[in-house]
């Protein structure tokens, strides 16, 4: 999410970083079946259990547990009716401006900065979402591994950008330089072939990240797939947001915006990890 206004470049770079670590992104063409797995975490939105902080026990907090926003709105902390509001079991993360002409949005992670919430080691984690319209838009669904002492990591299951309504990138990273190394990232474009089904209807959009291998998913159907990196064998926690931004402009970006969530689930494998 830090460098998505370069995100080309980044995939360029990341391809040539896969090659010397010998991780292939492949196509592959199948279906997920969920009944080999079992559902660890539930989120259907029926109601928001947030804080801002975790300042007390809560499901989820309002910010990135290392307080670092990103793009051209900030995150707002919970209030009535804004930034998060739920209706018929689906959550709605508005981005508007206030009173001052400043962007203001929402973000939700389910761990807070002690490390505390839920995250899990390997699995399939979905959202269903429908997508807002418009240029400047940059909604996500993404994880991050819980332990940044070493190196931080990142899969981006879905990163849109309202400008291009047709398609969506999928990425990972792993983030050294701030312990001196050097960072890795690889990325994906999906295609779609109805130019506003992104943002007309919801789909689900996944990542089931396995030992051996992590595959992307659309609407439950392999898009991308990849060699595993070890940096993934870690506890992951899932965070949603509408950012704005990305580097594009936001002088025509719809005010207000909003993101339709209508559920994050997060599933494990009932082979104990023995599979992919």
């Known amino acids: 999410m830090r460098v998505a206004a370069v995100l080309g470049i980044i995939i360029v770079f990341g391809i040539l970083a896969d090659a010397l670590l010998g991780i292939r992104p492949t196509m592959a063409q199948k279906q997920l079946d969920l009944s080999e797995y079992d559902l660890t975490f539930r989120e259907d939105f029926d109601q928001l259990d947030v804080s801002a902080w975790g300042e ?95 190196y931080t990591a990142e899969i981006d299951v879905i990163e849109y950008y309202g400008r291009v309504p047709w398609e969506f990138s999928s990425g990972y990273h792993i983030w050294r330089q701030s312990h001196g190394g050097e960072d890795t990232s690889g990325g994906h474009w999906t295609t779609v072939e109805d130019n506003g089904m992104l943002n007309n209807a919801f789909h689900t959009y996944g990542v089931d990240v396995g030992p051996k291998t992590t595959t992307f998913y659309l609407d439950r159907k392999a898009i991308w797939s990849f060699k595993t990196p070890a940096e993934f064998d870690m506890p992951l926690y899932p965070l949603v947001n509408l950012a704005l931004g990305a580097g594009w402009p936001i002088d025509e970006t719809p005010d207000p915006s909003i993101l339709e969530v209508d559920y994050i689930h997060v599933y494990q494998r009932k082979d104990n990890h023995h599979g992919d």
Do not use: C
């Open 56 to 150: 007390r026990p809560s499901r989820w907090i309002a910010h990135t547990p290392w307080n670092g926003d990103f793009g051209d709105a900030r995150f707002a902390d919970p209030q009535e009716g804004f930034p998060f509001t739920t209706k018929d079991g689906i959550l709605q993360i508005e981005a508007k401006k206030d009173e001052e002409g400043v962007w203001r949005s929402g973000l939700l992670a389910s761990t807070n900065p002690k490390g505390e919430g839920f995250s899990q080691r390997f699995g399939y984690f979905e959202a269903r979402m429908k997508l807002p319209p418009g240029k400047g838009v940059w909604p996500a669904f993404w994880l991050i591994g819980v332990d940044r002492s070493q």
